[in-house]
């Protein structure tokens, strides 16, 4: 890096970004498993936490779990039923509730309903840091799997079920030392539209 700037580079890097979106419907196909693995080891090289993480030490883990399969299953019944069990443990804000519901009846998109529900699991004793290194992780995956031309979504109600003996059974990691976060991945059903680029002098207050 000799700060000489590659606009291909530049162009090809913001055009991701620009075309990145919430895919929330896919195509039957399912995705190569080895098009997943591009996918997984850029979220692998995504930044984390080194100073909270257990021995300065990265143990970033991926799960897939392809639809149709037992763990898939497994894993939609062990959040439907974490929500249910929340909903029915006392008063929960209002926002919160409105979004447990359709979890615990069941509807939880992107875990068996996608090709693919991908599990991204961070060891530590800092979990709201460790959450932080997952987003910078799904955010890495979200890129190359768009690169890729493929869809993804993600899929928040797994960050709650770290501390699930059931999910974590499914995983086979201990309870509670891990943070999850979760997404879904396959060919998009249709193509995204385009939208406008949202303006940076908008958000931007530069100070004297
Ligand atoms: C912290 C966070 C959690 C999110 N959780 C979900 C989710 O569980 N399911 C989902 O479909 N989208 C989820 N989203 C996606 C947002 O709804 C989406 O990014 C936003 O509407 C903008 O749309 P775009 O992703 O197409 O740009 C989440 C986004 C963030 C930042």
Redesign the pocket.
């Known amino acids: 890096m000799d700060g000489t700037i590659n606009q291909e580079r530049v162009a090809a890097v913001a055009h991701v970004i620009g075309e990145?979106?919430?895919v929330?419907s896919f195509a039957d196909e399912a995705p190569a498993r080895e098009t997943l693995e591009r996918i997984l080891a850029a979220g692998l090289a995504a930044p984390y936490a080194a100073a909270m993480a257990p021995g300065s030490a990265l143990d970033r883990r991926f799960f897939v779990l392809p639809r149709g399969s037992g763990a898939a299953a497994t894993a939609k019944a062990a959040i439907q039923a974490h929500a249910a069990a929340a909903l029915a443990g006392g008063a929960l804000p209002a926002p919160l509730r409105a979004r447990l519901e359709p979890v615990s009846q069941g509807r939880i998109?992107?875990v068996d309903t996608a090709p693919y529900y991908v599990v991204v699991a961070e060891r530590g004793a800092m979990m709201p840091v460790q959450q932080q290194s997952l987003?910078h992780t799904l955010e890495n995956m979200w890129l190359m799997a768009t690169a890729l031309g493929l869809g993804m979504?993600?899929?928040?109600?797994t960050t709650t079920m770290g501390d699930d003996p059931a999910f974590c059974r499914i995983l086979d990691l201990p309870v509670g030392e891990y943070a999850l976060n979760g997404c879904a991945l396959g060919v998009p059903a249709q193509p995204?539209e385009a939208r406008p680029a949202p303006d940076v002098g908008d958000a931007t207050t530069w100070l004297d």
């Open positions: 990145r979106r919430s929330r998109l992107g987003a979504h993600l899929v928040s109600a995204s």
